[in-house]
Nanobody, 124 residues
Framework: QVQLVESGGGLVQAGGSLRLSCAVS????????MGWFRQAPGKERESVAG????????SYVDSVKGRFTISRDNAKNTVYLQMNSLKPEDTAVYYC?????????????????WGQGTQVTVTP
């Protein structure tokens, strides 16, 4: 199994920055992709950014391109999401997810492992 623990959420004004961390432990050799997702009240969980576990190649949804950066510290088995130029519409609970299968990284249902979530609130 794989365990994920997120940290780094908080309250920030629009235009500010936050960095989220996701510590990954357990059977990490089975992972193919890690992703960051978010879920706002009353909405479905949506993809934000993904990273190939082996190549560290990143991917982003259009709404965060140029503002968010996903990265991985191989030595620490930690995945980060640096969020800059935050907007009120970025407010949500952010989750990191891990999967063992290939395919399109944005498919939420393909992720088997999830962290507990961390709240990000952006005020106007």
């Amino acid at each position: 199994q794989v365990q994920l623990v997120e940290s780094g959420g908080g309250l920030v004004q629009a235009g500010g920055s936050l960095r989220l961390s996701c510590a990954v432990s357990g059977r990490t050799l089975t992972i193919t992709t890690m992703g960051w997702f978010r879920q706002a009240p009353g909405k479905e969980r949506e993809s934000v950014a993904g990273i190939n576990w082996w190549t560290n190649s990143p991917s982003y949804v259009d709404s965060v391109k140029g503002r968010f950066t996903i990265s991985r510290d191989n030595a620490k088995n930690t995945v980060y999401l640096q969020m800059n130029s935050l907007k009120p519409e970025d407010t949500a609970v952010y989750y990191c997810g891990g999967r063992r299968t290939g395919g399109i990284w944005t498919t939420v249902g393909e992720y088997e492992y999830w962290g507990q979530g961390t709240q990000v609130t952006v005020t106007p």
